[in-house]
Each structure stands twice: as C-alpha cells, then as structure tokens.
T-cell receptor
Framework: AQKITQTQPGMFVQEKEAVTLDCTYD???????LFWYKQPSSGEMIFLIY??????QNATEGRYSLNFQKARKSANLVISASQLGDSAMYFC????????????FGTGTRLKVLA | DTGVSQDPRHKITKRGQNVTFRCDPI?????LYWYRQTLGQGPEFLTY????????KSRLLSDRFSAERPKGSFSTLEIQRTEQGDSAMYLC??????????FGPGTRLTVT
C-alpha cells in the first residue's frame, strides 16, 4: 500500500534561516512523482515543487529545493532564507504513474517563521 | 484567468439533505480533481476527470457521492442523504499536466 509520512507536526524557524521539512514515502511502483504543497491559513493549496522518480537531479524552484533520496524513500523540502509569509501548513504528496490514479497526501507539517 | 473557483464557499445543511458543489477549473485545463480534507489531515483524493471522462472514481467515499463534468468544463460533486461525518472541506483542483495541480479555495460543508 502506498503511504506518505510526515513525522513533524510542527516546526519553528527563525526568519532568514533555512528549514527542512521531512517526508518519507512507501510505494512498490517504479514510476511516481513527489510533490510539495503549501496551505496558508486562507485554505488554498499552492503547488511548490515536483520531483519525478526517474529524475537524477534534485528539483529546485526559487527558495524551495527537494532533497530526493530514492534508496531511503525520502523527499524532504528545504526552504532557504525563510520569510514570515512562509508560515503555513506544508503537505507532501505522491502520485503513482502506474495503474489506477493514486494521489495521496501526508498529514502535513505546520511551519511557523519567527521574526 | 483568475484560477479555480468553487461555489458555494460554505454550506450548512441538515442531516439527510442532498448537497451539490460546483467547481470551475482554469479554462485551458483538461484535468479536474475532487478531494476531501478533514481537520488536521491532508487532502483525500475522491475522483478525477480528463475532459468529460471520469477516469477514476473508486475513491469516492460511498455510493452517496457522485461527480459529473458533462461538457468537460465545470464539474459538480453531489452528496446525497448527508451524514454528520460528511462535514469537511471539499477541494477541487485542475491541471493541464499530471504534475502540477491548481487548487480552488474549497467548499466547507457542515452537516448538522
């Protein structure tokens, strides 16, 4: 069975510091994608970054990077130079490209950036 | 285009009533998705359309839930005979590719 695990229910980081949000996953599929989304208090989910299982390079999007370790089945999100506006819930998600459509989310990590 | 829109934003209904939610995707997106999100949890995938074809519906929570996308544009999600356990945020998303989904603001359902 597929599963996404986010073990950090809450994290604090000082403004301008970097922070890593953990995500581990479990799947028997060979082809899949990993995603991170941000959900501010307003409720709208915002796509941040994507990593394909066959991508050799770690994905980067501005201040976001995804530390993909396939053998360890981890896909941690790194936010550099944290800003107050980064305070939000962050969800890791996985989409299987094999067979039926399976898109699953973790339980999220609440990040609070401190001034 | 202003993004994915959902209507209504909030719905309060009595147990046993039927409710219908609407989602208008980004106009050039051919894929549309419905999710349910309960407090403290990540979104739970319900169903998925590519154009007007419903390609995955096995995740719909029960036969009380149904979704349509009759002309490949907007979609509706209906819940019949609502139960208190149906209280949640219902999210719609759209995409033009598999990788990136754009979410709407959600419809918050409260069943009393």
């Amino acid at each position: 069975a597929q599963k996404i695990t986010q073990t950090q229910p809450g994290m604090f980081v000082q403004e301008k510091e970097a922070v890593t949000l953990d995500c581990t996953y479990d799947t028997s599929d060979q082809s899949y994608g990993l995603f991170w989304y941000k959900q501010p208090s307003s409720g709208e989910m915002i796509f941040l970054i994507y990593q394909g299982s066959y991508d050799e390079q770690n994905a980067t999007e501005g201040r976001y990077s995804l530390n993909f370790q396939k053998a360890r089945k981890s896909a941690n999100l790194v936010i550099s130079a944290s800003q107050l506006g980064d305070s939000a819930m962050y969800f890791c998600a996985m989409l299987s490209f094999s067979g039926t459509y399976k898109y699953i989310f973790g339980t999220g990590t609440r990040l609070k950036v401190l001034a | 285009d202003t993004g994915v829109s959902q209507d209504p934003r909030h719905k309060i209904t009595k147990r046993g009533q039927n409710v219908t939610f609407r989602c208008d995707p980004i106009s050039e997106h051919n894929r549309l998705y419905w999710y349910r999100q309960t407090l403290g949890q990540g979104p739970e995938f319900l169903t998925y359309f590519q154009n007007e074809a419903q390609l995955e519906k096995s995740r719909l929570l029960s036969d009380r839930f149904s979704a349509e996308r009759p002309k490949g544009s907007f979609s509706t999600l209906e819940i019949q005979r609502t139960e208190q356990g149906d209280s949640a945020m219902y999210l719609c998303a759209s995409s033009s590719a598999l990788y990136e989904q754009y979410f709407g603001p959600g419809t918050r359902l409260t069943v009393t």
